[in-house]
């Protein structure tokens, strides 16, 4: 079964620069969330969707982050424009359902200079 | 506000070396306490689940277990190839996933 896929794995731009990730979830998984992992620190959820509906973005800091999950299915988190305490590792995670096991992918480890 | 703290930051063993990794957790609503396995440059691998306190699962030299207060991960004559870092999560009201800041795991041959 495949897991998690994240792209790209890497990315490095300058402050005040768009960057978009991308999630592909466990086929079937109709819950997918966005995490944010600084160095040395656990993941901290962002947004979690339940199919395409965003039920918890309240850790999302609107007025530069936006996300969206399009037929519920694949999954993009965008940032407009970067800032500099926005370099971390951005980890999405699928479960089958809302409270159970999550799957986590490689994650995109954002450089912002 | 839930919380998950976890101890020690840092862990040396040798092979061989039994011990414990502590987990002490305040969440509403407990619906789950969850242990991972995180190695440099990948996502976190899903270990345990544990949904009552006395409830014990087991996977090759890990075993977890859960208190009403904490959760213990304890590994029993550990190898190198068990070096991570490992880290708990409780699942709360919030239906989300609250993580602790993780325990780096050295097993020296």
């Known amino acids: 079964e495949a897991g998690v896929v994240q792209s790209p794995r890497y990315k490095i731009i300058e402050k005040k620069q768009p960057v978009a990730f991308w999630c592909n979830p466990i086929?079937?998984?109709?819950?997918l969330y966005w995490y944010l992992q600084n160095l040395g620190q656990g993941p901290e959820l962002l947004i979690r969707?339940?199919?395409?509906?965003?039920?918890?973005d309240s850790q999302l800091p609107k007025d530069r982050f936006s996300a969206e999950r399009l037929k519920g299915v694949d999954s993009t988190l965008k940032i407009q424009p970067a800032e500099l305490g926005d370099s971390a590792v951005y980890l999405c995670?699928?479960?089958?359902?809302?409270?159970?096991?999550?799957?986590f992918g490689p994650g995109t480890r954002l450089t912002v200079t | 506000e839930d919380q998950v703290t976890q101890s020690p930051e840092a862990l040396r063993l040798q092979e061989g070396e039994s011990s414990s990794l502590n987990c002490s957790y305040t969440?509403?609503?407990?619906?789950?306490l969850f242990w991972y396995r995180q190695d440099p440059g990948k996502g976190p691998e899903f270990l345990f689940t544990?949904?009552?306190a006395g409830e014990e699962k087991e996977k090759e030299r890990l075993k977890a277990t859960l208190t009403k207060k904490e959760s213990f991960l304890h590994i029993t004559a550990p190898k190198p190839e068990d070096s991570a870092t490992y880290l708990c999560?409780?699942?709360?009201?919030?239906?989300?996933?609250?993580f602790g800041s993780g325990t780096r795991l050295q097993v020296q041959p």
């Open positions: 995670a699928s479960s089958l359902e809302t409270g159970y096991e999550q799957y």
């Open positions: 086929s079937g998984h109709n819950t």
């Open positions: 969707y339940e199919n395409e509906e965003a039920v918890d």
């Open positions: 969440v509403s609503g407990l619906r789950g």
């Open positions: 544990l949904y009552s």
């Open positions: 999560a409780g699942n709360g009201g919030r239906r989300a996933l609250t």
